[in-house]
């Protein structure tokens, strides 16, 4: 009852479409929820994202839940979790896009998930990572080991924001290490972020993971630029 009224004085609203949520619903209502752009990249292997990487990293899949456009409703979504602090968010997807890839079975595809880390200095500013929340989703629901200190942020390079594609590989040259090789070496490895647009970290972060022995490398994201 107490709850009840709360929401009732204080309602919460969509982050999606600012409606207010009814009981039951969290961050993002019902309708939004199924009519987000979502990709069907899980479907069809050969996919955009994944022709994005030929002749750059060997990856074994390419998965992203989402579309991202500029203006969009995805990019309301991850600036509230980004910028807002509302990390629970980023493991709500995980957990939504999760039960997506165990239906089609890539539960059994991975041995560790590694989200991409931030660099201490931005960690402690934010609060928190929102690659870790989003890979804690998927880990519940996909019953996959996640590995939040596999591999760390060296150097805080500038953002990526308005850099041009050869600028963002120049950006993330060389910026990670791979601290814990025994859990990555002959693992397939799911390597998870929330945005993907040129994919150069993703990209630097695979071949970091590949140099130190891990079998193979997918990745997957909350979206992915069209």
Known sequence: ???????????????????????????????????LPQTDYHKNIDNNLFRRFWGKVPLKYALSYFKYTRGGKVQQ????????????????????????????????????????????????KRGFNQSDMFAVGLSKIMEVEW??????????????????????YENVKGIFKVVAQKKIRNKRVLIVDDVVT??????????????????????ATIAAGQ
């Open 1 to 35: 009852m107490i709850s009840d009224f709360i929401s009732m004085v204080f309602p919460e609203y969509c982050y999606a479409c600012s409606e207010s949520l009814v009981k039951g619903e969290k961050y993002i209502c019902t309708h939004c929820r199924y009519q």
């Open 77 to 124: 979504i991850l600036h509230k979790f980004k910028y807002e602090g509302v990390k629970e968010l980023g493991e709500l997807l995980g957990c939504w896009y999760g039960n997506i890839l165990v239906q089609y079975e890539f539960h059994s595809a991975f041995d560790i998930i590694v989200p991409v880390p931030l660099h201490h200095k931005k960690l402690r």
């Open 147 to 168: 590995g939040q200190d596999i591999i760390k942020r060296e150097i805080l390079n500038p953002t990526q924001t308005n850099k041009k594609r050869y600028e963002r």
């Open 198 to 219: 040129t994919g150069s970290t993703l990209e630097a972060c695979a071949l970091t993971l590949l140099d130190e022995g891990c079998k193979e490398v997918s990745i």
